[in-house]
Structure formats: structure tokens, C-alpha cells
């Protein structure tokens, strides 16, 4: 997998960068979000994003990584591909993305073009438990996090408590305890409830 570019800036329109990089040129689809930030640099370094098809190979570059981490996330929900990824990355910030999935804000999502109400919603519904926001940092994707936040609110749904009232509790205290035990995180949910 080619990870990043580092190279010299050859070429740059709102939707691809072509970089140069020891001779040969990369043609690299980009957001608006990562057109802003390296318009105007010469040399620049991209994280990327190859998807490799039958008839085609093509490279998605982001600034930075939680850029490239919302896009491999959006891709992997059903009914939206790589471009339907990049035309929200370039209506939203990875920020704005994961606010609006956090929240379930299907209306803001909806607002992006070619993004209907089923889409928006499937967004959210495949992605909330995948996206933890952190104050000013962004986007975190964490696997292990978003597994013992499903099995603690099972565990609570059958102690009779709803998923909804017990989420958010269970993702701040990940956040406060990142490396808590699945126990422990009940007994402490269980305990500010």
C-alpha cells in the first residue's frame, strides 16, 4: 500500500494535486478540507488512500490523518464510494463529520450533495460506536474502545438500562480510563447512573 507522497507540488486544482516525486508524477484526488491547506506550498507531504479496482487505480491524498481516517471509515459504510466520500470531506471537516455522527445529526449530512436520508442515517447508524471525539483533536479511531462500549451496553441493556442513556457515559469514561477493563467499565457506568 503506498502510504504518503512526498514530493514537489507540480500541478493543484480544487479536486486532484499531481506530485512530483523523484520524476515520476502522482495524480492524487483530494477534499476541498486538503486543497486549503497546501494551496500555495511547493513541497508537500500527502497521506493517501489507494483504491485499487479492475479497471482502475486510483489515489485519494489527505493533509493530515484524521482526514484519512474518516475517509476509510465512510467508505466502508454501504451505498457510499470513494468520491461520495470526498464530496463530504469537502462539505464537512473530519471534525464536523464525526460531530455530526456523534450526535446523529442527519440533517447537517443530509446538506451534503448526493447525500439523501437513508444514507445519512446508515452514516450514523455504522459509524457512531466507530468515531470518539476528543477534545480538539479530531477524529480517534479505537477499535478496542468501540468493542468494550458494545459488550458494556449489552451488558447494561440486560441490567435494564437503554443504550441511549448509557453511550455516552460509557465513551466518556473510555475517555477518562482508556485502558479500563470491561468490568470496571460497568461498575463505574453503574455508579454514575
Known amino acids: 500500500m503506498i502510504h504518503h507522497l512526498r514530493g514537489k507540488l507540480t500541478e493543484l486544482n480544487p479536486t486532484y494535486a499531481v506530485i512530483d516525486c523523484g520524476g515520476i508524477g502522482y495524480s492524487v484526488h483530494i477534499s476541498l478540507n486538503t486543497y486549503s491547506k497546501i494551496t500555495g506550498a511547493d513541497d508537500i507531504c500527502l497521506l493517501t488512500y489507494p483504491i485499487f479496482k479492475e479497471d482502475s487505480q486510483t489515489l485519494f491524498g489527505f493533509y493530515d490523518k484524521n482526514e ?12 457510499v464510494g470513494a468520491n461520495t466520500a470526498r464530496v463530504i470531506l469537502s462539505s464537512l471537516s473530519p471534525e464536523e463529520v464525526s460531530a455530526c455522527i456523534k450526535a446523529e445529526d442527519v440533517d447537517t449530512l443530509k446538506s451534503v450533495k448526493g447525500i439523501g436520508a437513508k444514507t445519512a442515517e446508515r452514516i450514523i447508524v455504522d459509524l457512531k460506536n466507530k468515531i470518539d471525539i476528543k477534545a480538539g483533536s479530531g477524529s480517534i479511531i479505537n477499535a478496542n474502545s468501540s468493542s468494550l462500549v458494545s459488550e458494556a451496553t449489552t451488558a447494561l441493556e440486560v441490567l435494564g438500562y ?32
Do not use: Y
Not at 484519512?68 to 451505498?79: A, K, N, P, Q, W
Not at 437503554?162 to 468490568?183: D, H, Q, R, V
Open 68 to 79: 484519512r481516517e474518516v475517509f476509510g471509515l465512510l467508505i466502508s459504510v454501504s451505498g
Open 162 to 193: 437503554s443504550s441511549k442513556m448509557t453511550n455516552k457515559l460509557l465513551n466518556n469514561i473510555l475517555k477518562e480510563e482508556p485502558a479500563i477493563s470491561l468490568e470496571e467499565l460497568i461498575k463505574s457506568t453503574l455508579k454514575r447512573l
